[in-house]
């Protein structure tokens, strides 16, 4: 691994690493840990950063949605279109196109179900391309972005062995 | 009645490690850097085979010397990881962790009266093992100044060529030394002049991280005189799964099934079925542990550096052997407990050329480490 992705790799596995923390885990130099961050940002490899948070654990209520999505092109429209119009609502927190029965899975998120279904009859459906709508409201999650929302795993380790 | 303890088992004291067992099981907010055994959960798919294996019912005893498509495995890795090439018929035996393939070893090979070489410090059992099987024990202290390799120059110091047997332990623990082919070579040589038989314990193997492994088996002449013992504790992190194995030529490794056989019978039939998974799929997650050790140790020698303690770069296993601060390594050691609830162990208990270290694992979180350096960071000030 080149120090691009070690870097790279440690701030998908930790992204409030501090830069000593990277330095002293790589062997490289704070200075070049930090030019090669500010690289990654300039060049639009590292997009943001952002806490992995169970919305379940917290005080108000968040309603998570998973909509597929399917549309017609046509000469003038195609799927970066569509795409950049869909993404542009706040409410929209992700938006993927996939292969097979539907075009593109978007993730919405809003204060209540009526709000997410508001949202979806009002500003989505309309949108003359999109041809049908499939909502999935999220009931549970298990994991997020790679971190299991359990208990976790205790370590359970005799405290010194040889 | 009263049992009395044989004169063998008398003279094997309890381990030096128990004290500071006890000190840290006191303490409520202990970090220890005091563990020997990875702190990640198996690979999850091993986890699951051994799941389905148990749904299956899959649960009597296999053959003595391991299932057969275990053993197929065994032999194809350490051929295409460290050019060991060993017939899964009859050159592996498949064992309840590493330590029982030694114990095997040590019972199978000697006599009393022989002399059993073991380059230290080490792994707490190899001594007692061979005190248990009756042989005297030469101590070969290795040195700092080598890093903590084993030379010819510290064989010769300690007289080893009188030995039958020669134990060393690349990788190592405690040290976290490695050794490269073109240091193993004089080793080899010696072992050869002195027509001494070779213990390799490998179980280490995976974890290097400036070169990769060597077996010592692999050099001119050595195949025929070397047991290379390994197993699925540290690569695989099935430390409680008890699965290691032995590589050894035929004959030898006949001897050491006798004793399995009455002794063991078979080696724990679930986790062989994890270790069968983890050998068919399970390369990408020892890829990533390792990864993930090696950041760690780069960590924890770069804060001692700028602590000012002395430490060798070690380049393997999941420890680092620090110069303790104190001339006396039980009180640091004893008072880091108490003071500031971190845990490391006192390098002398690992045996001679071990004092005036500290075994520190980094087996444990980088949060963990951060926190437990920043502590023995105030405690030294």
């Not at chain 2, 019972?107 to 073991?118: K, Y």
């Not at chain 2, 007289?159 to 080899?188: F, I, K, Q, S």
Request: glycine fraction near 6%; charge should be negative.
């Amino acid at each position: 691994m080149n120090s691009r992705e070690e870097i790279l790799a440690l701030l998908r596995e930790n992204a409030r690493y501090s830069t000593e923390d990277l330095a002293r885990q790589t062997g490289l130099a704070e200075s070049e840990v930090e030019a090669t961050i500010e690289d990654l940002e300039t060049e639009g490899i590292i997009r943001g950063y952002q806490a992995v948070v169970d919305l379940d654990e917290t005080e108000h209520e968040h309603v998570r949605a998973t909509v597929e999505l399917n549309v017609t092109l046509d000469r003038e429209t195609g799927y970066d279109d569509i795409a950049a119009r869909l993404a542009k609502f706040p409410e929209v927190q992700g938006l993927r196109l996939v292969s097979g029965d539907f075009d593109f899975q978007m993730e919405v998120e809003g204060d209540s179900m009526s709000e997410v279904s508001r949202f979806i009859s009002e500003k989505v459906a309309p949108v003359p391309e999109i041809t049908q709508t499939v909502t999935h409201y999220i009931m549970e999650s298990y994991k997020e972005r790679g971190v299991e929302f359990g208990d976790g795993h205790e370590d359970d380790r005799l405290s010194v062995s040889p | 009645m009263t049992f009395e303890e044989s004169e063998r088992l008398h003279s094997v004291p309890p381990s030096g490690i128990r004290r500071y067992f006890e000190l840290a099981e006191e303490q409520d907010d202990i970090i220890s850097l005091g563990v020997g055994e990875p702190d990640f959960a198996p690979p999850w798919s091993a986890r699951d085979a051994a799941i389905s294996s148990l749904e299956r019912g899959q649960t009597s005893y296999t053959p003595n010397r391991g299932l057969r498509e275990l053993r197929e495995r065994i032999a194809t890795d350490a051929r295409e990881r460290y050019d060991l090439a060993y017939d899964p018929d009859d050159e592996v035996l498949v064992t309840a962790g590493a330590s029982e393939a030694l114990d095997l070893a040590f019972r199978a090979f000697h006599d009393p009266g022989d002399t059993v070489a073991v380059a230290q410090p080490c792994y707490l059992s190899y001594v007692p093992g061979a005190t248990l099987a009756g042989a005297d024990v030469r101590d070969v202290p290795t040195r700092e100044a080598d890093d903590f390799t084993l030379t010819r120059d510290v064989l010769e110091a300690a007289g080893a060529g009188a030995a039958d047997t020669l134990v060393l332990c690349y990788p190592n623990n405690p040290t976290g030394a490695t050794m490269t082919r073109a240091e193993l070579e004089p080793v080899a040589a010696f072992a050869r002049e002195h027509d001494m038989q070779v213990f390799a314990d490998e179980v280490y193997a995976a974890l290097t991280y400036e070169h990769n492994h060597t077996s010592i088996a692999t050099l001119e002449g050595m195949r025929e005189r070397t047991v290379v013992f390994s197993g699925f504790s540290k690569a695989y992190a099935m430390t409680g799964l008890r699965l290691g194995y032995a590589l050894a030529p035929a004959a030898a490794i006949e001897s050491m099934n006798r004793i399995h056989q009455y002794t063991m019978l078979s080696a724990p039939t679930t986790a062989q079925h994890a270790a069968i998974e983890a050998l068919d799929n399970c390369a990408d997650d020892v890829a990533g542990m390792r990864e993930a050790y090696d950041r760690r140790r780069q960590f924890v020698l770069s804060r001692f550096a700028e602590m000012g303690i002395d430490c060798f770069p070690a380049s393997g296993a999941f420890y680092v052997f620090p110069e303790c601060p104190w001339a006396n390594s039980d009180a640091f050691a004893e008072a880091l407990i108490e003071e500031q609830s971190v845990a490391v162990v006192p390098g002398h208990v690992f045996g001679a050329g071990g004092d005036g270290h500290l075994r520190v694992t980094y087996a444990t979180s980088l949060a963990n480490l951060k926190k437990a350096l920043n502590r023995i960071e105030t405690f030294i000030d």
